[in-house]
C-alpha cells in the first residue's frame, strides 16, 4: 500500500468538503438576504386595495333580476359595496337609464341619462354598505333597456373619480 496517495487522495477529499461548506454557507447567505429583502418590500409595499360592488334583486340577492317590466312600473334592486381599501372611502352610486345606443365599460357608461344619485356615504376599511332600494321606471315601450349603477368615489380637489360599473338588461311592454 502507498501511505502517500492515500494521504493525498484524504487531503484532496478534506479540501473539496471545505469548498462545500463554503460555498453552502455563502448560498445560505444570499437566500436568507434575498427572503429578507422580498419580506421588507412586501412590508413597506402592502398590495393595492380595492372595493366591491354589486347589485342585488328586489329579495337582495345576486341574480334573477327581472327580464321584463311595464311602463310606468318601478323596477326595484339594492346595490352593495364594499371597502377593503385599507383607508376611508367616500362614495355615491349613480343610477342611470340605457338605451340601445348605450355603451358600458370598465370606465363607465355613455350614451346613458341619469336618473339620480344616492347619498354619500363613507366606509371604513372592511365595511360594507347596502343601498335602501333602488327604483327606476320607464315611459316608453322598448327592448334592451339596461339599467346602470355606476360607483363614484368623492375626492378632495380634482374631482370624483369613477370606480366601478354594474347594470342588467331589461324589456319595457305595455
Do not use: C
Amino acid at each position: 500500500m502507498n501511505t502517500y496517495n492515500d494521504n493525498r487522495e484524504a487531503e484532496v477529499v478534506l479540501k473539496n468538503n471545505l469548498a462545500l461548506d463554503k460555498l453552502l454557507k455563502v448560498l445560505l447567505i444570499i437566500g436568507i438576504i434575498v427572503v429578507s429583502g422580498i419580506i421588507i418590500y412586501f412590508v413597506f409595499n402592502p398590495a393595492p386595495g380595492y372595493t366591491s360592488f354589486g347589485l342585488l334583486n328586489s329579495n337582495k340577492q345576486a341574480g334573477n333580476y327581472p327580464k321584463t317590466a311595464s311602463v310606468g312600473e318601478n323596477v326595484t334592486f339594492y346595490a352593495i359595496v364594499g371597502n377593503f381599501l385599507g383607508r376611508d372611502f367616500r362614495f355615491y352610486v349613480e343610477v342611470l337609464i340605457g338605451d340601445n345606443d348605450t355603451i358600458r365599460s370598465e370606465t363607465g357608461s355613455r350614451n346613458a341619462t341619469s336618473a339620480y344619485n344616492t347619498s354619500i356615504f363613507s366606509l371604513h376599511h372592511t365595511e360594507t354598505w347596502m343601498s335602501d332600494s333602488l327604483q327606476v321606471s320607464f315611459s316608453q315601450v322598448g327592448t334592451n333597456y339596461s339599467i346602470i349603477a355606476e360607483l363614484w368615489e368623492v375626492t378632495t380637489g380634482s374631482g370624483n373619480e369613477f370606480k366601478n360599473i354594474m347594470w342588467f338588461i331589461i324589456n319595457i311592454t305595455t
